[in-house]
Structures are given as C-alpha cells and as structure tokens.
C-alpha cells in the first residue's frame, strides 16, 4: 500500500493551493473543499472507486462529489452518452429529446403521472419547491428541521434560535431576519414538536421540508415512523410535504427514501445522482401542483441551463444502468464492509463509537450513546473524527473531511476495492 503524506508529496496540489488562495475566498468554490488539512489535494482525474492527483498520488474515494457518482467516476456508459451528445452540441435554448427522456425515466419512480422541472442544482430545486408550495397553498412559513441542509439559499439558511424554542434565525450573514423568520425550526425525529409548530401557525404554514435521512449532520435514519407522522400532520393541517431526496433520490433505491419507507411527499426535490455528476436539480410533483409553475401558473421558474442536454444524457444514462439493479448490491455491500470495519477498529481502539448506515451512506460518530439527534451528532468527537479522515488519507482512501458530510460508496466499489480500504481502516485507527 502507497503510504504517503501530504508533506513530503504533494507539490503540486501545494503551489495550486497557493494560487487558488489568492483568487477563490477561503481558496475554494464551495466550503467544505478547504477541509482536507493542511489543504485540498487537486485531482487529475477519476475512474471507478478511484480518484487521482495531479501528484501522482491515488485514493480510493468515498466522498463521490459528496453524493451524485453512484457509479463510481467515468462509467463507460455515462461517459458514452457524454460524448455522443457534446458530438451533437451541448446548449441550444430550446428542447431536446433527451430531457423528455430523462422526465419519463424519473417519473417511473417518483410521482407516477405526474410531472416534472429540471433546474441545475439542489439549491434551485429547493428554492423552487418552497416558491411552488407558498403559490399553491398562499401561505408564508415554512417548517425545516435542524441539521438537514437543503442548500444555500436564504430561506433555508436557518436554524434553531437559542432565545424562541423555533424562530429561525440566520446560520448566514446576509440573510435579513424577515426571511428567516418565515422558517420555523423544528427537531428532526421528533414529530410532536411539528404539530405544535403548526397548531400555532396553522393557517400560513405552507411546507414541510425535510431530508428523509439526514446525510448532512453525518447519517441520521429517520426514527420509525417519523416519516409517516410528517405525512400525516401535513395532511390534517393542509401543509405540502417536501421530501429533499437530493441524497437519497436513486440512492436508497430507485424510489428513494420514499419506496423505502412507504411515504408519499407532495412535491419531491431531486438532484445529485440524476445527473450522473453533471449539475442539476429537479422539483416533481403531481400535474395540478406543477402547472403553477411558468408558463402554464403564475410561479415563476426559468434558467438558461435548465435541462442541460449533458446532464440529460449522463443521468439518463446513469439511471438505465442502476436499473439493473447491480450498482445497488455492490454499494451496499461495500458500506455495510466498512461500517462493520470502523465499528471493529473502533472498538478494539477502545473509544467510543457509533455507525450509522443507511444502504450506501454510513458515518461513525464517536460519541457513546445513539445519534438519533442532529443535536447527538454535534456531541461527537469531531477532533477524532478529523485525525481519522487525515491518517486514512495517507493511506490512500479519501473520506468526508467533516464529520457533518456522509461517507458514500458506488457501484464501483467492487471487493478488492473494499478489502484494502478494510486493512488501511485497521491500520488508520492503530496511528490515531
Ligand atoms: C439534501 C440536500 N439538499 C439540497 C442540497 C443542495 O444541492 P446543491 O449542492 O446541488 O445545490 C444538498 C447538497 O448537498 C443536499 O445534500
């Protein structure tokens, strides 16, 4: 195994760093980036389980691009569709076939008859649906739960404040507080808190929107039928449900969270994995809920890259392939591997720990009790998690760096894959 550290070798990730220091805030494009310590590694390229600097160093990756690569990087398929359709054009500002292909493909597993928007990131998805669920019901609040990320916009910048038991408050510099207190904060698996949320704000809650399992406060599995009592404190108040599946969609499944736990949102968003890697976003919901959105309703929705024929054709070919159904098993039998590796190493180590999984999505949380809470999450050993996330990367195998994120694997994680991720864990844990 190539044991190497970022002192001794990556030169050339260093002098980019340096660079990118002097042109990007913070150095990066997006946050979590800048938390693989003493600074980013910069890729070359992928292929498979594996990824590659441009020092000449591989990792085996279970960070995936915190989520969409469910078939590891450069599947010959995606990377077929790809080239097929760039031979073509990339951008015309009109139709395509493909995206009507993709909507059909999507609208098999995800409200059956009904219709759908294609944007170009979670965060428009999530944007959209709150606008779309305040159109349809005219109604202003909306209800998010605490450690569930559902983008960087400004109505969902929220959490909890310390002073009212759900006011939201702004996590952002930016975010005006009349914005954020059209949020109200309630505590992910704990469904009374929702109906006394909406007893109190029945008449202008518009939304519900939560991520089925949180895979942004680490993994956290949503309690027995949580999911269910959200489905019906929705209906009983006249609330929309929005289920985030920008994770989960065709991760845990073709159907996602929904097929898994038997529950039905009113408006799903989508992202991540639909697009094979490629940016996207996507808000589905049955047609009298759709046809608000412009041109056919009155809230507005438009984009100069919506359905983007590369992202049309690198998700419509990424969902053909996981409809096989064999990207699913090697996952998940890849995660459940390495969750029962960590849960051994950590044990031996003698310090305490939980993992949580959930198919191909998993995180150790060293922390005694069970992670149920995004508030137990926030309890854990972050420091520990961190020096495990460094020695593993010197062993060749690439984690979130915050213990917050999610650890992924793919279809590409075959078993030799897995076998000496196993043996670097054991010895990643004898160094901590
Ligand atoms: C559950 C969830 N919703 C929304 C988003 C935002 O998606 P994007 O980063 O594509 O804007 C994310 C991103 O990680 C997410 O995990």
């Known amino acids: 195994m190539m044991v190497v550290t970022a002192e001794e070798t990556w030169h050339k990730s260093a002098a980019l760093w340096s660079e990118a220091q002097r042109v990007f805030p913070g150095g990066v494009n997006s946050p979590v980036r ?27 990756d279970y960070v995936l691009a915190y989520g969409p690569l469910m078939l590891g990087h450069r599947h010959p398929r995606v990377l077929e569709a790809l080239k097929k359709q760039a031979e073509r054009g990339w951008l015309f500002g009109t139709p395509t076939e493909v995206e009507v292909r993709l909507a059909k493909k999507i609208l098999q ?5 009904g219709m759908i928007r294609f944007v170009n990131s979670g965060t428009e998805a999530t944007m959209t649906a709150i606008r779309l669920a305040r159109g349809v019901t005219g109604r202003r609040f909306i209800v998010k739960f605490n450690g569930c990320y559902h983008g960087a916009h400004d109505n969902v910048l929220v959490a909890a404040g310390s002073a009212a038991a759900h006011y939201g408050t702004p996590t952002s510099l930016g975010v005006p507080g009349e914005v954020a207190g059209l949020t109200l904060v309630a505590r992910y698996n704990d469904a009374d808190m ?22 942004n406060a680490g993994v956290i599995p949503p309690r027995d039928g949580f999911l269910k009592a959200l489905r ?16 989960t969609g065709f991760r845990l499944g073709l159907g ?3 097929e898994r736990y038997g529950v039905r949102a009113d408006i799903t968003t989508l992202g991540k994995i639909i697009g094979g890697g490629l940016p996207i976003g996507a808000v589905v919901a049955e047609r009298e809920i759709m046809e608000y959105l412009t041109p056919a309703g009155k809230v507005f929705n438009a984009g100069t890259f919506n359905a983007h024929p590369l992202a049309m054709a690198a998700g419509l070919a990424t969902i053909e392939v996981l409809e096989t159904g064999e990207p699913y098993s090697v996952a998940e039998y890849a995660a459940a591997k390495v969750a029962e590796a960590l849960e051994d190493a950590a044990s031996r180590k003698g310090v305490d720990y939980v993992v949580n999984r959930v198919a191909s999505m998993l995180q150790i949380f060293f922390h005694k009790g069970p992670v149920e809470y995004p508030e137990d999450a ?24 915050s213990q917050l994120e999610a650890i992924f694997t793919s279809g590409a994680h075959h078993k030799e894959v897995v076998e000496s991720t196993l ?8 160094r901590l």
């Open 34 to 60: 800048a938390a693989v310590k003493p600074y980013p590694f910069y890729v070359e390229g992928g292929d498979g389980a594996y990824i590659y600097s441009v020092d000449g160093v591989r990792f085996i």
């Open 109 to 113: 597993y995800y409200h059956r008859g």
């Open 194 to 215: 929702v109906e006394k949320i909406l007893k109190e704000y029945s008449n202008d809650v518009a939304a519900i929107i939560v991520e089925p399992v949180i895979g």
């Open 232 to 247: 019906e404190i929705a209906d009983k108040y006249g609330v929309l449900l929005i289920i985030d599946e920008i994770i």
């Open 256 to 258: 996602g969270a929904q």
């Open 378 to 401: 926030m309890k854990s050993n972050k420091m520990l998690y961190q020096r495990l996330h460094e020695e593993l990367l010197k062993l060749g195998v690439f984690i979130a760096p």
């Open 423 to 430: 043996n670097a864990i054991e010895e990643a844990f004898k």
